[in-house]
Every structure is written in C-alpha cells, then in structure tokens.
C-alpha cells in the first residue's frame, strides 16, 4: 500500500483498516459499484444506513416486495466488517445451543436455529436467483475440542460437545457426535480427534455475493443508493396513539441533508447511540490470515475449535494451483490489548497441523461484538416505533444480517414470526437480566479504561516513528492523537472519542486509533470506521 495521503484516506473508505482481507483477491475494491454523495434532501420509504451484508440483505427483502428504499453509506459499500469476515454461514452456532437455552428457553433455542438455516439457505436461493458466482456450496462443519487427546481436559471438552450434538438434532438439525473424526490432510501432530458434525453448512464469497445484489438493486426503479453520505442522527417525528395520527423519521447527514421516511434501519454493524445495546455487548478485535494449501489437499469444510478464543478453518479459492486457507482466532477486547504475535500464532497452529501449508499471502484483523445474551439484537429500537437496529453479531453475524432481512422486512409488514421477534429483541430483558453478572463485571472492567486519562504514550512527537501513531497526554491539555507518516509529516487530532470521551488507543497492524470503551474505531487522520462514534476524530492546531 502506498503511503501517499489520498491513498490512506482512500484504503480506509474502501475498507475498516490498513491490511486487506482476502477477498480483495478475486474481487478488488475498484470492480466494487460506485454510487454518487448524496447531495439533495430526499423522501422514502425506508432509509436503510450502512451497505454491509445486513443492510444490504434488507434493502434486497424490502426492494423484492415493492418498497421504496434509500441505502446511504458513510464510506464506500462493503466497507465495513462484512468485506473483512471468515464467510462462514452456519447454523452451528459459536456460543452453543446449550446455552442459548439456558438463557433463551427451548422456544429462543428453536427459533436460533430456524433462523439460522433460513438465512444460509436464503443466500443460496438468491445467489441462484440472480446468478451470482460466489463459490456457494454447503460443507460440514467440524467441532472438536482445543486439547490433544491425551490431555484430560479433551475429555471434558467432549462431555459439552456431546450434549451440543444431542441438543441440535433436538432441534432438528443434522448433527452427529463423532468418535476418532478424521479430517482430510490434517497431517501434523496434534491429535485432537473426536467432535460434533453439523452438516449443510455454508460457504461463499461474500464480497461477491453482495456486489451481486449491489449490481441488481441497481438496476431497481425503487431502490437508491448513496456513499459517502455519514448519517449524524435519526429521529422519530409525529405522534401516533393506536393508529391516530402519524408519525415519520427524519435521517440527517453530515453534509445537511435530510432523508425523510416512514422507517429507517441503522445497519452500522453498532447503532449509533450513546448507551442501551451498547452497554449489553462486548467488543473484541480479531486476527485471520489466508494461507496456500495445494487444491484438494484438504478437506473442504469448517473446523472450529473448543476454545474461548476459539481457531477456526475454511478455505476460499486462490488460483489453479492452490486453495486458501483461511484460519482466524486470537481474539481480544479492543483497545485493551495489542495485536503483536497474533498473525504468527494463527500460523504456527495451521503449520502444527497442516504440513503442506504454503505462504501466508494476507493477513488481516476485523471487529466482532459479543451481546451478553449471545443472539444478536435485530428489531425496533428501544423505545422507538419506526427505527429499527440490527447488531450484536456474536461470531454469526452474515447470518445474522441475512435473517434481519427478513425479520424486519416482516415487521413492517405486520407479519414478523412472534418467536423470531421475541428472540431478538433489542427490548429483550429476561435473557439480559439472567446476563447481569457477567454485565456488571464487563461494565466495570470498562468504566477502568478511563485510566487512560491518566496515561500518555509519549512524551514528545519527535519520539514518533514514521509510520506510527500515539497519543500526548500533556496533563495541562486534553489528550491529543498523532501521527506520523512515513515522511515525518504529523497529523494532530483530538484523542477523545466522540462517543463518551473515551481515550483512544493506536492500533499498530491496522493503523488506526482504537477506543477501549465500546470499541469505535478511527483511521490514522481521523476517519470513523466502526460505531457506536458517528462523527470523526477532529484536528486539533500545534
Ligand atoms: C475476521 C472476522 C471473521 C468473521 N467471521 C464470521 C463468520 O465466519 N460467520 C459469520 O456469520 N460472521 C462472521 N463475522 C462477523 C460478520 O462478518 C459481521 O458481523 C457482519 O459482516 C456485520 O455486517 P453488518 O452489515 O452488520 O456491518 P458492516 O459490514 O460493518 O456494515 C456496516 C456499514 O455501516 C456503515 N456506517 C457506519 N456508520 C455509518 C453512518 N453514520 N452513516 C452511514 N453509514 C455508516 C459502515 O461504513 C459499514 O459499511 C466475522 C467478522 C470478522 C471481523
Ligand atoms: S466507543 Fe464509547 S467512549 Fe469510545
């Protein structure tokens, strides 16, 4: 990547940091549709922020029946953590069904898994109904335990696995435990045999998948969509008492525009709003890299192991020659640690276990957000009528974003399925109350990174590398965000977060400067690129 400063500016619309995901490999940035800046007040029927595979998935269920939808995005589409994602569709679900239902009952359970087999069947229907070469196909998925079998946590590992596999075929789905499972070219050492198979998962492409209904949607006279367009707020307007009266939203953007419509969709991946959800979630940054394997050497499946931080495997096609593999994990709350050794720690596990592992060809890291209740929060905002949010990915975020097409294409509609609307609502409190340990000890942990008050990186600029970022705190002023560029030239912003003043942290293998309360991120010259902050960091004078 060049260093110029319209092409960092340029790397960050494109995309959430400064490394670039594998699927740039067979679907660059340039090839991606380009839409015009709103310029222009506007009227619709549904406003939907944020072209990723959550509100893209529901400007396409919406468009389908007949609505007229706006789709503004603040950079350009895809830019978010879809364009940065493993691709897995599944329905085995990371925080297991076991314990969903411990906090969501059997009917949340169900409804999980209905859900998430809808949304992974939905992306082939329509990948086969618009023709879209994206690499769909169904593979099964392999859980096994994160220890060796001779290690005597392997065995309690299985007792959890075991009861997975019951509980999903309870629920319907194909799975089975399976003794001694072997997995095509898995050659190297670690025996970690034994683990549940979930069959009929999904793999794609899911750059591609999407600029294909990119590519359809624009060809729709009740579809419009803009870039470059920040949205700053959404508001409710009107009154409206058991179906008297009336009521709107009015979207506004950064450039002064306003969006008037009967609904709006914040599909931001984090709604743009001080508390809430917010404080219901935790954000964690997260390492994947993309390694060569000889074509058909391995197994074409997901494997996931039984870790917190969990190693997980697929692999997407390269070229004639090989396959890559991609293997993510090592995952930490933003801000409140590095990324150093992360990239060679997902290397050394897939060199362990898979000896004909060629070059590492991209390595990249994105941000996944955890609700305390594990299901994603997808419906009507809390305490609004007309709003809608869809967040909380919970390491199964595209099917997440592809359900929320549904869901809420469906609640406007009138027709949402009750157990689905029950599971996710953001309104939810059952399962959230049942969550409050863990809740109140996140809080805490969080409310301790206002240390950063108190800290400073550096003490002079002149102590910068080119090429890096830090912050200046000098205690007599407010803390300030530098970087430097690799020809020494200094860009100075405010190091407060515009969320909820948080101090920002550099982030070294993204070039970004991250916030360690609820994780809003910014580029190198202040950029915003992951919420719950909308507005950039801004430039403060010598
Ligand atoms: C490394 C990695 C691996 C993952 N693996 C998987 C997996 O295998 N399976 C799975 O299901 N999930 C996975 N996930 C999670 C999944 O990729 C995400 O949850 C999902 O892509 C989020 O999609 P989204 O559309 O909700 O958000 P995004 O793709 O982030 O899109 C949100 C968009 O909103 C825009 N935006 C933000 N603020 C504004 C504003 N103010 N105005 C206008 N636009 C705005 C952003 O620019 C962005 O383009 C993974 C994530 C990562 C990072
Ligand atoms: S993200 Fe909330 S304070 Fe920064």
């Known amino acids: 990547m060049s260093t110029s400063a319209a092409s960092r500016r340029q790397q960050f619309m494109q995309t959430s940091g400064a490394t670039d995901a594998v699927w740039v490999h067979k679907d660059k940035y340039a090839n991606r549709p380009q839409f015009q800046q709103l310029k222009d007040d506007l009227e619709t029927e549904v406003c939907i922020i944020g072209a990723g595979i959550s509100g893209i998935s529901v400007a396409y269920e919406l468009v389908s029946r007949g609505k007229d939808v706006v789709l503004i995005e603040a950079r350009d589409v895809l830019s978010g953590e879809t364009g940065r994602t493993s691709g897995h569709l599944a329905n085995a679900l990371d925080d297991h069904y076991i ?31 618009l023709s879209i070469d994206c690499e769909y196909r169904r593979v099964p998925g392999y859980e096994i335990s994160q220890y060796e079998r001779d290690d005597k946590r392997h065995a309690e590992d299985l007792k959890e696995l075991k009861a997975e596999a019951e509980m999903a075929k309870d629920l319907g789905l194909r799975a089975v435990f399976q003794e001694g499972l072997t997995i095509k070219g898995w050659d190297g050492k670690p025996d970690q045999r034994d683990g549940v198979v979930f069959f009929d998962q999904a793999a794609f492409h899911p750059t591609l998948y999407l600029v294909g209904i990119m590519k359809w ?289 550099w982030n070294p293998a993204e070039k970004s400067f991250d916030c360690p309360i609820h994780g809003s991120r910014f580029s190198e010259t202040g950029v915003c690129v992951n919420g719950p902050a909308k507005a950039n960091l801004p430039p403060v004078e010598a």
């Open 217 to 505: 949607l624009h060809k729709q006279p009740n579809f419009k969509c803009y870039t470059h367009t920040r949205m700053m707020t959404a508001e409710e307007k009107g009154i409206e008492v058991l179906g008297i009266g009336q009521k709107s939203v009015q979207v506004k953007t950064e450039g002064g525009q306003t969006i008037q419509c009967a609904y709006a969709v914040e599909a931001t991946c984090i709604p743009l709003q001080k508390i809430s959800v917010i404080v219901e979630m935790e954000y964690m940054r997260t390492y994947a890299i993309a390694i060569r394997v000889p074509k058909g050497s391995v197994e074409d499946c997901f494997i996931y192991d039984s870790a917190e931080e969990y190693k997980y495997v697929r692999l997407t096609a390269c070229d004639d020659k090989d396959d890559y593999m991609i293997v993510g994990g090592c995952d930490h709350k933003v801000g409140q640690e590095g990324p150093e050794n992360r990239f060679q720690e997902l290397e050394d596990w897939v060199r362990e276990r898979f000896t004909q592992a060629g070059s590492v060809d991209y390595k990249w890291s994105g941000q996944v957000n955890e609700p305390v209740d594990y299901m994603a929060f997808i419906g009507k905002n809390q305490g609004c009528d007309r709003i809608f949010v869809i967040t909380g990915d919970s390491g199964n975020g595209l099917t997440h974003g592809v359900l929320a097409g549904k869901l809420i294409a469906d609640e406007i509609d009138g027709n949402a399925d009750p157990a689905w609307a029950k599971l996710y609502s953001p309104s939810r409190l059952a399962s959230i109350a049942k969550s409050a340990v863990s809740m109140i000890k996140h809080d805490v942990q969080v409310n301790l990174q206002y240390k950063r008050f108190l800290e400073t990186d550096i003490t002079d600029i002149e102590d910068l590398v080119p090429g890096q970022g830090a912050v200046l705190n000098p205690k007599t002023s407010k803390p300030v965000a530098v970087y430097k560029d690799a020809n020494g030239q200094v860009t100075k912003m405010s190091a407060l977060c515009p969320h909820l003043k948080g101090v920002v942290c």
């Open 99 to 129: 314990h969903v239902k411990e906090k969501h009952g059997n009917e949340g359970a169900q409804a999980a898994a209905d859900s998430h087999t809808w949304a992974l069947e939905r992306v082939g229907e329509i990948a086969k109904n």
